[in-house]
């Protein structure tokens, strides 16, 4: 047929097959995106900040900016199988009479029983215990379900001190005192009033049902100067045998790191922006706290200022989510990452199906309910997790069952373990531990510049040559 | 230490023995010894920190931070002012400051009792769990902020910010309020609250009239996320 | 990061023993600040027409004579008081023409304090290897200021350590952390105030300077000061005269004093209180919150 000049619509609709969307008569704004604009609109009708659960979901710098040099001519790689590689972690062996020793250096990162539910809690520690490797409590204190599952467990000491107590702290095999997280450094912990249930409301020294808000601070400290004697008196009452870590989200990354050697820490987490939440503002997650990728990087110039690499040891955390990422997390001198949101994802987080008596269930009319999609859903704050990992509700949470959760644990952990070592090897280590900043190059200038290693193909490190 | 008959006492001097020395002696079995002293504290941190067992404990001196800290079941007399945190995370138990108590004193205080007998600082029974504090004199500004269960009784005088974002926990005070914190105020005393400060007082060893009290409470407006109620944060 | 002690001795008999009495103070400050330690001592103030410059120096290969030998050639009569990496110097000539001679020719000589009563100390090490070196036991004077630190840098430097002074006279030590320095620094040096470091304590020191210059008295700046300057502090301040102490409106850094006929004390903790004479018998209290306290010599 043919094209007359006079008919623009015409002209389009020939030329163009796609649909509406991609009419380029309509034009997005930037700033203004539908993003914002919901987000405005949103404000204007509720008059109350957006709150919601997981990490910053914006494209940052990370770990996916860096690659590997492999083996070459100039570097041998491991076999596969009957050349070892080793991967037994070593953590507090600073000054505590009881260091941790742990199978793998991927760890299971603090999240609370009451952002999950206890099933997940089991799952989590039955995994942790089949790899050999730790789970850590959360802000809201020790459940019998996790102490009995997970061989070594991880007590937090946070703001809220929901829960703490010195039985519980005596029954742990390594103290977390928290400063922050990721998600939210200079933010409390946050449960809203449908998980609130009767459990978690006994736990915490709560009303059932209503909207719990957190200190940010410590109510019996502030500074490191004081945490000093914090981290003592902690030490005495257990006796000086377990390893105490102190967790920061990032942000002052190189200041933190040396003020908390000097108060004393055997370990130090930093947990970067990426790192996940079951609830907190929206203006929280995505704009307080700086990428992991930067944040390892400034914990380990810290550390080997300090003259204690080797002495105090890193856990890192914030958007690790796959082997290559806990490779790289090593090779930039961490000793260990610590994984939250990866776990959940492992249990079923954004699945469009669920366990049921052995068989797959859909559940996308509760994703439905909730406004999203499996892939989309960011509603942990609702309590209505159409997987049953994040509620506390008697229903949903038998969709996820400790065995089926404990599997999915283990076999993710496991690949996680086995990516590791297979980059390691292809590297020429037989120890993960060995892994170092020089295997790498970014792909990146601002990767480059985070983390402190050349830009592919030059010798250029942006800020250091 | 005396370890003829029955009931025996050990005694520590700080000058000679660490703490550590001591904590450790507190944690384990005791065996017939019920009383320990413990002497010449002069300003040290983290005495008597997480006693697990029915011992009386008395500090002759000052001590510093976390006197007492996660106590349990323990009977401990400070004869002496206390520094920050004095019987933070108290389980049970009996914890007696004869002097002042610095910051935080009972932080977090699940159970048990706390009695200062003149000044607590600021943010007397902080995050409070459901301890008991008795205060003889004043309490500074931001007491029983954020305080979840229990009862703080003030025979004498709070700073600004009391009650700042109150959950359950209860606060009885005789004399003047600065002010009050958010989501805090003032209601009338029932028979149950007068018959409750009278029984604290009486545990304290303190003479005053429950009558003189004034009961503060949350107003629970904080308690959901409400846009139209003007709620602070 | 730090651990903070102040002394007035109020009893003139009292005075010779200023530093025997402060040294068990700033060893017990240890564990809050175990990087680097300075001490501010006031005492009977030089005639007007002298002042007296506390100098520094790293590098304890350092060549006092030799300064010593310039000094007297460049400004004429003075004299130089040279004790390891510290000297004061005692001269009628004007502290600005030394100053602007001494970055010039010895950069690597840092002026400490600028004063008539006032003599600064500053080193890196421990609280006890610092007391000893200087031998702080045998310091006389009417009152004290002094600072324990837990460095957030590993070069530790006498820039970034406490007391900080300004102008002539006066010192500033600091527990706690300010939320707006930078700010408060770019204000001041609009004022054409300059700057030596860029620890926060000294944009507090010379904030507070910058407004007695400005004829207002201790209180009514420290007025302003709760105002203009964010964040949590305990500040121990000293005038040539004068030790006063503030505490923010959160007060979360801790402080707590001493007080007798024969003197005053502060500390950060009380067991850097617990060895002076008549402990048992003294007033001890708290401060309050955003109330100045001071004392007269």
């Known amino acids: 047929m043919p094209i007359k000049n006079t008919d623009p619509i015409d002209l389009q609709r020939s030329s163009n097959t796609e649909s509406d969307t991609h009419d380029s008569s309509l034009e997005e704004s930037a700033g203004f995106d539908r993003h914002t604009i919901r987000y405005i609109q949103r404000a204007a009708a509720t008059g109350l900040y957006e709150i919601r659960g997981l990490g910053a979901k914006r494209r940052v710098p990370h770990f996916d900016d860096l690659v590997f040099l492999g083996a070459s001519l100039s570097r041998y790689p491991l076999e596969g199988y009957r050349e070892k590689c080793t991967t037994t972690t070593l953590l507090g062996t600073r000054f505590a009479k009881k260091p941790i020793e742990l199978a793998i250096p991927i760890t299971i990162a603090g999240m609370s029983f009451g952002a999950l539910s206890a099933n997940v809690k089991e799952a989590l520690g039955r995994a942790a215990t089949e790899m050999g490797t730790s789970t850590t409590s959360g802000d809201g204190g020790m459940t019998a379900e996790e102490r009995r599952s997970s061989r070594t467990l991880v007590y937090q000491c946070l703001p809220s001190r929901y829960g703490f107590n010195p039985d519980d702290l005596r029954q742990a095999d390594a103290i977390e005192i928290v400063i922050g997280q990721g998600a939210k450094p200079g933010g409390g912990g946050m449960l809203l009033g449908q998980k609130i249930s009767t459990r978690v409301a006994r736990m915490r020294t709560l009303p059932e049902g209503i909207d719990q808000r957190s200190a940010c601070r410590h109510p019996d400290w502030t500074g490191p100067d004081d945490l000093v004697i914090k981290i003592k008196e902690l030490r005495e009452i257990t006796d000086w045998e377990k390893p105490v870590y102190v967790k920061m989200g990032a942000t002052r990354v190189f200041h933190d790191v040396t003020l908390a050697v000097h108060a004393g820490a055997d370990v130090v987490v930093v947990d970067g922006m990426q790192g996940g939440t079951a609830a907190t503002q929206l203006a929280f997650i995505e704009h307080v706290g700086i990428p992991t990728l930067a944040a390892v990087r400034q914990a380990v110039d810290a550390l080997e200022d300090l003259n204690v690499k080797g002495q105090v040891q890193l856990i890192v955390s914030g958007g690790i989510r796959t082997g290559a990422d806990v490779a790289k997390a090593l090779a930039l001198g961490a000793d260990a990452v610590a994984i939250g949101q990866g776990m959940l994802v492992a249990l079923g987080c954004n699945s469009s199906t669920y366990v049921q008596n052995g068989n797959h269930a859909l559940a996308l009319d509760d994703y439905h309910a909730l406004g999203t999609q499996p892939g989309y859903c960011h509603h942990c704050h609702t309590g209505r997790c159409p997987v049953g990992v994040t509620t506390q509700d008697p229903v949903l949470e038998q969709r996820l069952q400790p065995k089926v959760g404990a599997l999915r644990a283990r076999n993710y952990l496991q690949t996680l373990n086995m990516e590791l070592t297979m980059l390691a090897r292809a590297c020429g280590k037989h120890n993960v531990h060995h892994l170092e900043r020089e295997d790498m190059v970014a792909i990146t200038v601002e990767a480059a510049a985070m983390a402190g290693v050349p830009l592919a193909g030059t010798r250029w490190v942006p800020g250091l040559n | 230490m005396n370890r003829q008959g029955a009931v025996s006492a050990a005694v520590f001097d700080l000058k000679r023995t660490s703490v550590r020395e001591i904590n450790q002696f507190l944690h384990h079995p005791l065996g017939n010894v019920t009383h320990v002293t413990i002497e010449n504290p002069d300003g040290a941190h983290n005495v008597a920190v997480g006693v697990n067992q029915p011992v009386n404990i008395e500090i002759r001196g000052h001590v510093g931070y976390y006197a007492a800290g996660m106590n349990k079941h323990a009977s401990v007399q400070i004869h002496g002012n206390a520094g920050p945190g004095v019987a933070e995370n108290m389980m049970s138990g009996r914890i007696d400051v004869k002097g002042f108590a610095s910051a935080s004193a009972g932080a977090s205080a699940h159970g048990g009792l706390l009695i200062i007998r003149q000044d607590g600082g600021l943010r007397c029974g902080i995050s409070l769990k459901g301890g008991d504090i008795v205060v003889g004199g004043n309490v500074g500004s931001f007491s029983a902020f954020m305080a979840q269960a229990g009862r703080l009784v003030v025979c004498g005088d709070a700073g600004e910010a009391l009650g700042d974002s109150l959950y359950e926990a209860v606060i009885y005070v005789r004399g003047t309020i600065k002010s009050l914190g958010a989501d805090a105020r003032i209601e009338p005393m029932s028979d149950y609250d007068s018959a409750a400060v009278a029984s604290l007082l009486g545990q304290a060893g303190i003479s005053a009239s429950a009558r003189d009290f004034k009961r503060i409470a949350s107003g629970r407006t904080l308690y959901h996320w409400n846009a139209d109620a003007n709620q602070e944060y | ?297």
């Open chain 3, 1 to 297: 990061m730090c651990g903070i002690v102040g002394l007035l001795i109020k009893n003139p008999d009292l005075r010779e023993h200023l530093g025997e009495l402060m040294v068990p103070m700033l060893i017990g400050m240890t564990e809050r600040g175990s990087d680097s330690a300075g001490m501010a001592v006031f005492s009977a103030p030089v005639s007007e027409g002298d002042r007296k410059l506390s100098l520094y120096c790293t590098d304890s290969k350092f060549d006092w004579p030799k300064l010593d030998a310039s000094l007297h050639a460049r400004f004429g009569m003075l004299s130089l008081e040279i004790q390891k990496n510290h000297a004061i110097l005692q001269t009628a000539a004007k502290p600005v023409d030394i100053r602007t001679w001494l970055r010039s020719e010895y950069p690597e000589v840092h002026v400490l304090s600028i004063g008539r009563a006032i003599d600064v100390y500053k080193d890196v090490g421990l609280p006890a290897a610092i007391a000893s070196r200087y031998a702080f036991e045998t310091l006389r004077g009417t009152h004290l200021v002094g600072h324990t630190r837990m460095a957030t840098e590993s070069a530790v430097t006498p820039k970034n350590a406490h007391p900080y002074t300004a102008g002539e006279d006066w010192c500033l030590v600091h527990n706690g952390s300010l939320a707006n320095p930078h700010s408060l620094k770019r204000m001041l040096e609009k004022h054409g105030i300059q700057f030596e470091s860029d620890c926060d304590t000294e944009a507090a020191c010379r904030y507070l300077d910058w407004r007695l210059q400005g004829g207002e008295d201790l209180e009514t700046a420290l007025h302003h000061a709760f105002r203009d300057i964010d964040g949590f502090f305990t500040f121990l301040m000293g005038t040539q005269d004068k030790l006063a102490l503030v505490r923010d409106p959160f007060a979360c850094k801790p402080a707590i004093v001493a007080e007798t006929d024969e003197y005053v004390a502060i500390a950060s903790e009380f067991r850097s209180l617990a060895h002076l004479p008549n402990i048992k018998s003294a007033h001890v209290f708290e401060p309050k919150p955003a109330q100045i306290y001071s004392w007269s010599v």
